[in-house]
Each structure stands twice: as structure tokens, then as C-alpha cells.
């Protein structure tokens, strides 16, 4: 069915303020953070909502990623919404099935799914003042009063740049497009990458596979999970104990942000505490001086995203399982290339390199006042006012957009405060009848500049690593302050920042 609506229905139309009606809301992306803003803004009131999903189901990075082993390294207490606290969580550290089905259950009681398109991306998005012209895949095209982007971070593959990647004869695919149809049992398999997700593949294929190859660039600090599985009377408390839940959720939050961002952010004590408890678990873990010599990283902990994994070490160490710390060269027919001249001769080759993770709603096209498009304001990095907001492009929020709160911790926290600061601001434009906001560019400019001289001081500046933190031009491209701090501002957001404005029609 196509839904475009006539040339006539597409003239501009007054402010939702002024004309006392619910503002349409697009929301773009039904994973967590889509999610989370069907349910808040429905419980606010604002109830015109459509969510425009590229895939036939909710779950984002969950749906997309099921490779074996998937686990989430943030304890499942915390990694939950804080309307929606689950005391069946099997596990501290919750599995991707787990999380997909959770993410289910609570769209499925809030009614969250009725407002969702299916299989319907979104190619551009125009500010026509005060509306946004929308256009999806198929070519209808809709307004909406404000759009929501919440399409995610880890979202689009990362293929390595490796001559001759394509000309290899066995099956070869991404961690983020796991086939699920071709066995690995005895199979010659290699790994490119050791970051999270290499670590929890190998952790769970190395007792399947016939060999494995693991292809390490650089080696990455990691400290143990402590996973632990949740007993039925454990359940059973948290069910009948009120306030247990939500006091465990917050030391969880208490004990992450303490541990991890306190020493990525200047803390040198608390980063030390963090680097030795690195080197004691991988000292436990691999006794053969030499392969632990190869797996030890010469940066700082904390400057790549930290890794919590206990499978990762012992998997290195089994009989079928080769650390291959030489350059690769090439990819050819027979299997990987390395410096010294040796092919590895593989089956399966499997690419964990990682994400696009300057994109963010792009490839859509966005387009706002005067012409302005997204990519072109993001030319030299990826930016934002607050992580959620630009200037030049009204009535229009992204949910973990750039330099957001992306180390150890739970997004779906960070993204349920956006969306409060989200529902504080149009309750603001319901309340003085404004029809246009946006950051102040020069609020816009005093905030990016206060980050980028404090984002120095962060082990993610200092070091003395390449990591997914950094954008083109070096510098880390992530929230400098403690979450804390992220959480307030949210909460509070402060107004003044913005430009409130009454109607104003596209130029
Ligand atoms: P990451 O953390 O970006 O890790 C990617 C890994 O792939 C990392 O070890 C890279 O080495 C390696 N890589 C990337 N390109 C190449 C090439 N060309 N050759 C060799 N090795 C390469 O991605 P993950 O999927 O593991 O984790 C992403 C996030 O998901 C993670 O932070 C969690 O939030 C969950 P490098 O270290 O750059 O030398």
C-alpha cells in the first residue's frame, strides 16, 4: 500500500502548539532506545507516534548480532529499563537471546509494537518548517511535527581493508551477519580481531571448531566477568523484596561508572587499580610467559573500551587454537597471508573488525534549515549539542547520537534520560505555544569546545591507543565527564541553550 499523501496535504501546516493538537512524532529505529521512547512518550501524553523500522522485527543490535556466545559485558540489572525491572534475569550478565526476548516482553505489555512500521526504512528526512518531510524505502512520503532518530551506534559492519579479501574461496562473513547455516564443527576456521566480540566467538567456537586462527593487530585489555547464574529463590526474592531490584540496579550502575569511567577520566589511582587487576586476572589466566608477553597490550587500560570476558584466555590456550600476532598481508584463495610469507589455510574466515561508528542515522539523507545536510555539517566528525541535538536542524532529536555517554555502561539508561530531556522540552513548546527549537549555535560551539578541552584528559587521549572512541582526526569523539553528570544534565536540561521560536516557514 503506498501512503504517500497529495501535494496539497503536504503544504505546511501551523505549529501542533498553537493549533492545540498532538504533535506527530516520528521515532526512527525500534531497538532499545526506539522502544523506550514509544512507551515514556506514550505515558507523557503524546500519543500521535509512528516508529519507522528497516527490519521486520524490534531489537536493533540484538536482532542483528546472535553470533555464538553474544553476551552484554554491562550486568542485566542495569542493562533493563528503570519502568520495566525484571527479576527473571537468568544470569548477572545477560545473554543476546535473553535480551532479545526481554526487549519483546516489554514491547509486547506497553503496547509498543501498534506504532511501529515494519520493513520500512527511512531515506530522507527534509525540514520544511516546523515540519519534517519524511520519505521511507518504498516512496510514501509523510510530516511530522518532530523526529526522533534512534537508529543506534554499532550498526553498520566495518570490513577490513585486506587485498584480496574478496578472493577468498571458503565462506566468509562479518560477527554482525552471523551465518547461521554453515557449520563450524571441524571446520578450519580463522578470526580477524580481537575486540569484544572476537573474544566472546572464540570463547564459544574454540571447543567446536577443528583449528582456529586468531588474527591479533593489537592486543586489548581484558579483565574477568564474573558471571554467575541466578538461583530460582534469588528470583524469587527480588520478586517479593520491594525496592530490592532498583537497589541493585543502582549499585550495579554505581559500581560500573566507579570503576571503569572514573579511570578513563583522569582518576591515575583508580586506572592503575584497573591495569593491575588486568594484569593479575591474565597472570591467573595464562601461565606461559611468552604467550602472555603476546597478549599484553604497551597502552593504558581503559584507553580502548574495556573487556570483561573469562572464556577469551583459556580458549587461546587449547591445542586447536593458534594466537597469530604477525601483520596480515593479504587474504588469498587458500586463506590468510601473514608478514613472514605462512598462509593460513582456512574453511571459514570470520571478520569481528567492528563497527561504522561515525554513521549514526546516515546513510539517510538529512536535510535541514537553509539546505543543510547531516553529513556535510558532520564533515570533520560526527557532532552534537548535549548528544542529542543540532543547530540547523529543528525539531529534531537523536537518541545515542555522537559524543554520547558510549563507554562501560548501560546505554538503555543513557537513552531512557534523553528521552526525559526529550518529553522536558515539548512540554516547554505545549506550554509557551513554540513551534520551532533547536540548540543556540553558539551554545552548541561554548559546549563542544568545553569537551574537547576536558576529553584530553581521558585515558582515551592519553593512552597511547587507536580505538573506536577517536574520529578522523585523532580525537576522542565521546562524552568527557562522568555519567553522572550526563544523567543531570538531562534531567535539568537548561533552556536557555535553546531557541524557542513561533512559526517560521522553510526558506
Ligand atoms: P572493535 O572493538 O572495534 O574491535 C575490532 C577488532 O578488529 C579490533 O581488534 C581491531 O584491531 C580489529 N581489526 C579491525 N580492522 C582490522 C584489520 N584491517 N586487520 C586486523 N584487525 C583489524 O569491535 P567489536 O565488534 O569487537 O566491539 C564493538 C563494540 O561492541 C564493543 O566496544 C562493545 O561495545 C560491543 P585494533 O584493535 O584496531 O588493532
Redesign the pocket.
Known amino acids: 500500500m503506498n501512503m504517500s499523501v497529495s501535494g496539497k496535504d503536504l503544504q505546511p501546516t501551523g505549529a501542533w502548539t498553537t493549533e492545540g493538537r498532538q504533535p506527530r512524532i516520528a521515532i526512527i529505529g525500534a531497538g532499545f532506545s526506539g522502544i523506550g521512547a514509544l512507551i515514556k512518550l506514550r505515558q507523557q501524553g503524546y500519543t500521535d507516534l509512528t516508529c519507522f523500522e528497516k527490519a521486520g522485527e524490534i531489537g536493533g543490535t540484538w536482532r542483528d548480532n546472535h553470533y555464538p556466545g553474544l553476551s552484554c559485558d554491562v550486568p542485566s540489572h542495569f542493562y533493563s529499563y528503570s519502568f520495566a525491572l525484571n527479576p527473571d534475569w537468568k544470569h548477572r550478565f545477560s545473554y543476546g537471546p535473553e535480551i532479545l526476548a526481554y526487549m519483546n516482553q516489554v514491547a509486547d505489555k506497553y503496547g509498543a509494537k501498534q506504532d511501529i512500521r515494519f520493513n520500512c526504512g527511512v531515506t530522507d528526512l527534509t525540514y520544511l518548517g516546523p515540519q519534517w518531510q519524511l520519505t521511507t524505502e518504498q516512496g510514501d512520503v509523510e510530516r511530522f511535527d518532530l523526529v526522533i532518530a534512534a537508529t543506534g551506534v ?1 550498526v553498520n559492519p566495518a570490513y ?3 587485498p584480496g579479501l574478496d578472493s577468498f574461496a571458503g565462506e566468509q562473513w562479518h ?1 554482525a551477519r552471523w551465518r547461521d547455516d554453515v557449520p563450524l564443527k571441524g571446520k578450519r576456521v580463522g578470526i ?7 573474544c566472546q566467538i572464540v570463547g564459544a567456537i574454540a571447543g567446536d571448531v577443528g583449528h582456529l586462527d586468531v ?1 591479533q ?2 592486543p ?1 585489555w581484558i579483565t574477568s566477568m564474573p558471571q554467575k547464574q541466578y538461583s530460582a529463590t534469588w528470583r524469587f526474592l527480588l520478586r517479593r523484596v520491594p525496592g530490592l531490584q532498583l537497589a541493585i540496579r543502582n549499585f550495579m550502575r554505581w559500581l560500573m561508572e566507579h570503576t571503569f569511567a572514573r579511570a578513563t577520566l583522569g582518576d591515575e589511582k583508580q586506572q592503575k587499580r584497573v591495569q593491575d587487576a588486568c594484569l593479575a586476572f591474565l597472570k591467573e589466566q595464562i601461565p606461559d610467559p611468552e604467550l602472555r608477553a603476546r597478549v599484553t597490550p604497551d597502552y593504558k587500560a581503559t584507553c ?2 574495556m573487556i570483561m570476558c573469562s572464556d577469551y584466555y583459556p580458549a587461546l590456550q587449547q591445542d586447536n587454537v593458534e594466537l597469530v600476532t604477525e601483520r ?1 598481508d593479504a587474504v588469498v584463495p587458500e586463506g590468510v597471508k601473514t608478514g613472514d610469507g605462512k598462509v593460513h589455510e582456512l574453511d571459514i574466515l570470520l571478520l ?4 561504522h561508528v561515525s554513521d549514526f542515522i546516515l546513510p539517510t539523507r538529512v536535510t535541514g534549515e537553509n539546505g543543510l545536510e547531516l553529513s556535510a555539517f558532520w564533515r570533520e566528525a560526527p557532532r552534537a549539542h548535549r548528544a542529542l541535538t543540532f543547530p540547523g536542524f529543528p525539531n529534531f532529536f537523536m537518541l545515542e547520537g555522537p559524543t554520547g555517554v558510549f563507554g562501560n555502561t548501560s546505554l538503555i539508561d543513557i537513552s531512557e534520560h534523553q528521552i526525559d530531556c526529550v518529553i522536558a522540552i515539548l512540554d516547554k513548546m505545549k506550554r509557551d505555544q513554540v513551534a520551532v527549537v533547536a540548540p543556540k549555535q553558539e551554545a552548541y560551539e561554548a559546549y563542544n569546545q568545553a569537551m574537547s578541552r576536558d576529553i584530553g584528559k581521558s585515558t582515551w587521549a592519553t593512552g597511547g591507543c ?1 580505538s ?1 572512541y577517536l574520529d578522523a582526526t585523532g580525537t576522542p569523539n565521546i562524552y568527557p565527564w562522568l555519567p553522572q553528570q550526563y544523567r543531570e544534565d538531562m534531567l535539568n536540561p537548561d533552556f536557555s541553550e535553546y531557541r524557542f521560536e513561533p512559526l517560521k516557514v522553510a526558506v
Not at 192 to 198: D, E, K, V
Not at 352 to 355: P, R
Open positions: 554499532l577490513p581493508d585486506i560477527s580477524i580481531g580481537t575486540g569484544s566480540t572476537a588474527f593487530r593489537t586489548h580502548k573500551r596480515i569481528a573488525t567492528g563497527f587507536d573506536w
